[in-house]
């Protein structure tokens, strides 16, 4: 798993050092700064983790323990854009897991791409997700996001595999 990691993190630090640039240039010789911070705020429906966790704990205790559904993920991040199709960020994500709060902490990288106020993104993240008193590594899959995009504000939807949501909705702010 560290060798998996390992390289995972060194493909990230090669692609992020290839798009980091500060201005890219069009043709036409303008310049035009891509560079820009964005905060996001979402909620969404269960996640994979906590939908899969209240089955399992019925089917092995035959039924006489039903533990509480989740009602939901909230969760908020950050992201850089190095320019327009390259990001990397990270998010917090709240949600409560048969009864117990969770918690996950993850760094992502994220990939768009699209026209001047819709774009199309798929992201990866990995990170730990702490329920209750124990901590476990956890990774996300966003297979699928669609935004509006605007100068300074977002609106989007996306669906997402394993922690944070299944399907999200949310806005952003960027500076």
């Known amino acids: 798993m560290k060798k998996f990691l390992l390289i995972i993190g060194l493909f990230a630090l090669t692609v992020s050092a290839t798009f980091a640039q500060d201005i890219d240039f069009v043709e036409t ?3 035009i700064n891509f560079n820009s911070n964005e905060l996001y705020i979402s909620c969404g429906t269960p996640s994979l983790a906590s939908i899969v966790t209240p089955l ?3 089917m092995f205790t035959a039924g ?3 533990p509480e559904i989740s009602k939901g993920t909230y969760s908020g991040g950050y992201n850089y854009y190095f ?7 990270g998010n ?7 009864s117990k709060p969770s918690l ?3 760094a992502k990288g994220t990939a768009q791409y699209g026209w001047t106020h819709f774009k199309f993104y798929h992201a990866l993240s990995i990170g730990i997700m702490s329920i209750g008193t124990t901590c476990n590594p956890i990774f996300d899959v966003i297979p699928l996001g669609m935004k509006l995009d605007y100068n300074d504000f977002n609106i989007f939807v996306e669906t997402s595999i394993i922690s944070t949501g299944l399907l999200k ?3 952003s702010y960027k500076f």
């Open 64 to 66: 006489t323990v039903v």
């Open 56 to 58: 399992f704990t019925i």
């Open 92 to 98: 917090i994500t709240y949600e409560k897991v048969s």
């Open 104 to 106: 996950s902490f993850q």
């Open 169 to 171: 909705i949310g806005a």
């Open 29 to 31: 010789g303008d310049e």
């Open 83 to 89: 320019n327009e199709h390259w990001a990397v960020g």
